[in-house]
């Protein structure tokens, strides 16, 4: 069985529906729902998403809904649906994404042709830019095995709503962390991969919604925060593999100029050039990507 969980935050009973009915409308059935609503318990439309999925309730004993008190952060909610997760298997879901009919189906038999050395499965997806209604299919880079090496510099497996995960391996972990307010998939795939072999459905099987509602993404404090404790989480793996540990700390110099910290970038930058002196397209490359989100963040304000 395959325990999937919806974690919403001030998100519309509209969009919400949307991602229920993906996961109600999956081909593979053998599944149950949470839906953990983390929204302030004084925001007003939280009544309207509580009575949407109620209804859902009502018509599926699968599906279960459960509201935090206050505001625990999107790690408590994602942890408080493994808490209550009975499959072999996990999915989360974010709110305003979606499954392709198909998805549970093909990453189930993609772990049913796997032995145990394998903790998660991931795919493609779909980006669905909402204000200009079009698609655009995201080039995905796919790797199995044992794949910390490459994934600590580039997160390819991507969001949360994206793999299908062995339920037992993401407990033994001890789910996710809390502390994180960005980067907090990466960390959770980070620490499978360090014990687990990874694999992949090579198919786009996620829509992903591209709009101006609240992401964790988009607070460039947030992937300031991530970007940092990673790089203190790794510190002692870093400090013996270079390559990493330039391309995360250019990673950070990059955050900084998202967030307009032009001169804690520009030192990061120097940091990440010391550590790798003769990478000089990826110098370069780094360097006109903390020029190009400085300004960008420049435009924004």
């Known amino acids: 069985m395959v325990s999937a969980v919806i974690t919403t935050y001030k998100r519309g009973s509209d969009i919400v529906k949307r991602a229920v009915e993906s996961v109600v409308n999956q081909t593979y059935r053998d599944w149950e729902l949470t839906v953990v609503d983390d929204s302030p318990s004084d925001w007003e439309p939280r009544d309207d998403v509580k009575e949407t999925v109620l209804g859902f309730c009502r018509k599926d004993s699968r599906i279960r809904y459960i509201a935090h008190d206050h505001n625990m952060g999107a790690c408590a909610a994602r942890n408080t649906g493994l808490k209550h997760a009975s499959g072999e298997y996990i999915a989360f879901l974010d709110d305003d994404d979606e499954w392709r009919s198909d998805k549970l189906e093909l990453m189930v038999r993609k772990f049913e042709e796997c032995d145990g050395r394998v903790a998660l499965v991931y795919c493609g997806c779909v980006f669905v830019y909402d204000s200009e209604n079009r698609e655009k299919k995201i080039k995905t880079v796919f ?94 793996y870093l400090k013996t593999h270079k390559p990493q540990l330039s391309a995360c700390t250019m990673e950070l110099a990059v955050a900084y100029a998202n967030g307009r910290r032009l001169k804690a970038a520009l030192g990061t930058w120097f940091r990440g050039v010391r550590i790798l002196p003769f990478s000089l397209f990826f110098n370069l490359k780094s360097l006109l990507r903390v020029a190009k989100w400085f300004c960008l963040s420049v435009k924004r304000s």
């Not at 997160?155 to 033994?172: D, Q, V």
């Not at 994180?180 to 687990?196: C, F, G, I, N, T």
């Open 143 to 236: 790797r199995k095995g044992m794949v910390f090496d490459s994934l600590i510099s580039r997160n390819f497996i991507g969001g949360t709503s994206f793999p299908l995960i062995r339920t037992s391996a993401l407990r033994e972990i001890g789910g996710f962390d809390e502390k994180m307010r960005s980067s907090q998939d990466l960390d959770v795939w980070l620490r499978l991969a360090e014990k687990y072999e990874v694999d992949y459905v090579a198919e786009p099987l996620v829509f992903y919604h591209c709009h101006d509602g609240e992401r964790i993404t988009g607070s460039p404090e947030s992937i300031i925060s991530g970007t940092e404790r990673k790089l203190e989480k790794y510190s002692e």
